[in-house]
């Protein structure tokens, strides 16, 4: 039994992870760091320990069976505890050390929170950090799935603890030949018939944009679709578009970034999940917070 258990347990920590990025299996095989194979070889090889099937194929895509689903939301708990137990194992015979699994935004890459990181370090430097950077929804998955310990994420997600911690202007992104790029402030509803460049319709911030556009009276002309939001500010920058964008912490030159009247805002916030109770973890959880507390 115990080495039925050993063999079964990467798999079974791959379907728990499957279930969380919602079947997609990329998406699971990055959270725990395989690769795409490696993780629907697991999954196969549940399926033969257990005799049924755990996946249907829909068309191009797969989708977890109502077992599967059912056993992923039984395992989740255990799994969570288990490693919160030998986390905070190890964590007694090096309580200075030990490793934190913290995501970032794509917006925040520059700025106040690799400054926030740098600070963490220089004061806890036995602890190692393990960073990803991805969209909102990715890291909010990660979070609940325990791939990530904490994240900020933009916005605050539904179903994850959470605390907000600050807010993101959004401005109009415009090259510095443009119409409007003089003014002080512009309205949405003022570039009306642009070309926008944008996240894909999968972004939260894509989401906020589209809704602007809709409330200011039209549907956006999405141009060009990017992940990368300094892509979008380089393809802004040489006039293939416009675009609304959290304003840049760092000034980038030959940019004209304009307030929106009226203005508009969303909300940061610090999220953790269950893996987020060892003490590195809650040592940069409490220095995250003190630091954008103190940065307000």
């Not at 220089?122 to 602890?127: C, E, G, H, S, T």
């Amino acid at each position: 039994m115990d080495d039925f258990l050993a063999r079964l347990a990467p798999q079974l920590r791959a379907l728990e992870a499957l279930a969380a990025q919602g079947g997609h299996m990329t998406r699971a095989a990055e959270a725990l760091g395989i690769p795409q194979s490696s993780m629907s070889r697991r999954i196969q090889a549940l399926e033969d320990h257990l005799g049924v099937p755990l996946l249907v194929h829909v068309g191009r895509t797969v989708e977890l069976t109502p077992l599967a689903l059912s056993l992923s939301r039984q395992l989740r708990g255990p799994l969570h505890e288990l490693r919160h137990a030998l986390d905070a194992a190890a964590s007694t015979a090096d309580p200075e050390g030990g490793t934190v699994r913290f995501g970032i935004p794509l917006t925040m890459g520059t700025g106040v929170l690799p400054d926030i990181i740098a600070g963490f370090h220089r004061q806890n430097p036995l602890v190692s950090l393990h960073l990803k950077q991805a969209h909102g929804q990715q890291l909010a998955r990660d979070v609940a799935a325990g791939s990530l310990d904490l994240a900020v994420l933009i916005p605050p997600p539904a179903g994850v603890e959470h605390t907000v911690i600050g807010r993101q202007e959004i401005r109009a992104v415009l090259p510095p030949s443009h119409r409007l790029a003089s003014r002080k402030a512009l309205r949405v509803s003022e570039l009306r018939g642009e070309a926008f460049i944008a996240n894909p319709p999968e972004y939260t911030l894509r989401a906020l944009v589209d809704s602007m556009c809709l409330k200011a009276g039209f549907e956006p002309s999405v141009a060009i679709e990017v992940t990368e939001f300094s892509l979008i500010r380089r393809l802004v920058q040489i006039g293939l578009g416009i675009a609304l964008l959290p304003a840049g912490e760092v000034p980038q030159p030959g940019l004209a970034e304009i307030p929106l009247l009226p203005p508009a805002f969303r909300e940061v916030a610090l999220a953790w999940g269950p893996t987020a109770r060892t003490p590195p973890a809650q040592r940069l959880l409490a220095f995250v917070r003190a630091a954008f507390r103190d940065a307000a």
